[in-house]
């Protein structure tokens, strides 16, 4: 980052450690499992790097122990999938060179997303993808070390109350947008949907069934003639 | 055999992550779509952050953690800063489950 830190630099920053802080909390998780699965200590490691997909890691390495690899490729590339609407709304932000293109693909997570796309001026939107970017990606490896070298000492997130903090946080940078109308039917809908299909279809594909929340795009929007 | 799966879902999870970023460019997208690239990403953060705060694998996800979402998002609603939403969130469900709720 280039000198000068504007209040809205220093506040990015705050988050940014709030977040990274769970980060931590649940990559260590991550590693402590794979470790008490038996998997090779290299596989979290190979995981968090390569992979880096949270939801995806813990899915894949549970079946991987079940013997399952086949079932863990397909489970985990359907998790995935949201990844590519993600990577064409947020396309503009990595900008064009290819160099940028390349390694900010890889940094693409729910929660860089959510960050960015809370900003609205152009120049911020491409420093907070690359600073919360590059901060979770490392984050998350340490915690993956962290998590192989602690074991079963490193915990459960939930005890830490971790499995509320990141949907609060999602929905917290996410709630400034649902001010508009439009954004906030197509949203309300495409979450009634995810939850309404989870117990009934494979993992994954309830939140890509959420587009179908675009629908109430094309509601009436002047139903209500009372002022 | 474990190597070439890790691999495989690697690769697969960065070329879905490529393939939305170069596709941008590549594919003329009407203007109508263009607007609506925006509210899907929305519609897909709101699906994730209310199944994960209300769905365990295909059962309910209990009480806890969807009181301490609950709280965060009030909080956020007020407008405090998000360190303290993602704070009292997880201190909301860590504490309720201290208390022995589910």
Same mark, same amino acid.
């Given at each position: ?5 504007? &209040? ?8 940014? #450690? ?5 980060? $931590?909390?649940?990559? #260590? ?6 470790? #008490? ?5 290299? +596989? &979290?490691?190979?995981? /968090? ?11 894949? $390495? ?7 690899? +086949? ?21 503009? +932000? ?10 900010? /693909? ?9 960050? %960015? ?5 152009? /120049? ?10 590059? %901060? ?7 915690? %993956?070390?962290?998590? +192989? ?7 459960? &997130? ?39 299909? %989870?117990?009934?279809?494979? #993992? ?12 109430? $795009? ?10 | =055999? ?5 691999? !495989? ?10 393939? *939305? ?33 209300? =769905?365990? *694998?295909?059962?309910?996800? *209990? ?5 301490? @979402? ?13 360190? @303290?939403? @993602?704070?009292?969130?997880? !201190? ?8 022995? !709720?589910?």
């Amino acid at each position: 980052m280039t000198s000068s830190r504007t &209040p809205a630099d220093r506040r990015l920053l705050r988050d940014a #450690a709030a977040i990274a802080a769970a980060m $931590v909390a649940v990559g #260590a998780s991550f590693g402590a499992i794979t470790i #008490a699965y038996d998997l090779p200590t290299w +596989v &979290p490691f190979a995981m /968090s790097t390569l992979v880096f997909a949270g939801g995806a890691q813990f899915l894949a $390495v549970g079946l991987i122990a079940a013997g399952n690899p +086949v079932a863990a490729i397909f489970a985990g590339l359907l998790l995935n999938a949201r990844h590519l609407p993600f990577g064409l709304t947020v396309s503009e +932000v990595i900008g064009p060179r290819l160099r940028d293109r390349l390694i900010g /693909s890889h940094l693409m997570t729910d929660e860089v997303v959510a960050f %960015t796309l809370a900003e609205q001026d152009p /120049s911020r939107r491409r420093r907070t993808y690359w600073l919360i970017g590059v %901060t979770l990606f490392t984050f998350w490896n340490i915690g %993956t070390l962290l998590g +192989v070298l602690l074991g079963g000492a490193a915990g459960d &997130p939930a005890t830490l109350g971790l499995d509320a903090a990141f949907p609060a946080g999602l929905i917290a940078l996410i709630l400034p947008s649902l001010r508009d109308r439009t954004t906030r039917r197509v949203a309300l809908s495409g979450a009634a949907i995810a939850v309404l299909l %989870t117990p009934v279809v494979p #993992a994954g594909l309830p939140v890509l069934c959420a587009l179908a929340g675009l629908a109430a $795009v094309f509601l009436p929007s002047r139903r209500r003639k009372d002022p | =055999m474990l190597l070439a799966t890790i691999i !495989v879902l690697a690769v697969g999870t960065y070329l879905i992550r490529l393939g *939305g970023v170069l596709l941008r460019d590549r594919v003329e997208f009407p203007d109508s779509v263009q607007r609506l690239l925006p509210l899907a990403a929305t519609a897909l953060l709101a699906a994730l952050a209310v199944t994960a705060a209300l =769905m365990e *694998g295909a059962a309910f996800a *209990g009480v806890a953690r969807p009181a301490g @979402v609950l709280v965060g998002v009030l909080l956020a609603w007020r407008r405090l800063p998000f360190v @303290v939403v @993602v704070i009292a969130a997880a !201190v909301t469900s860590a504490l309720l489950r201290l208390a022995g !709720v589910p």
